[in-house]
Nanobody, 124 residues
Framework: QVQLVESGGGLVQAGGSLRLSCAAS????????MGWFRRAPGKEREFVAA????????YYADSVNGRFTISRDNAKNTVYLQMNSLSPEDTAVYYC?????????????????WGQGTQVTVSS
């Protein structure tokens, strides 16, 4: 069983930055591919970023590429999402997700474990 706890969300002005963290309670964190997804009000959940178990491979949604950076610290069982140049369109609940294995995917259904989510609100 994997438990994921997100933190770092909040209210920020457009153009600002936030760093989200996701702490995993699992002994073999380095065996998991990790992803960030988000759900904006009235919209479907969408892929944001994903990172391989080594951190050597990362994928980003086109909408965040160049502004967001995903990283992980396997010694701390934590994955991060650094978000810069935020815009109101980034307002959403952000979810951390984990899937065991080396294949990095962008499809929510391929992730087995999910956190509760953290709210990010960007004001204009």
């Amino acid at each position: 069983q994997v438990q994921l706890v997100e933190s770092g969300g909040g209210l920020v002005q457009a153009g600002g930055s936030l760093r989200l963290s996701c702490a995993a309670s699992v002994r073999t964190f380095s065996s998991y591919t990790m992803g960030w997804f988000r759900r904006a009000p009235g919209k479907e959940r969408e892929f944001v970023a994903a990172i391989s178990w080594t951190g050597g491979t990362t994928y980003y949604a086109d909408s965040v590429n160049g502004r967001f950076t995903i990283s992980r610290d396997n010694a701390k069982n934590t994955v991060y999402l650094q978000m810069n140049s935020l815009s109101p369109e980034d307002t959403a609940v952000y979810y951390c997700a984990a899937r065991i294995g080396v294949v990095v995917t962008t499809t929510p259904g391929t992730y087995s474990y999910w956190g509760q989510g953290t709210q990010v609100t960007v004001s204009s």
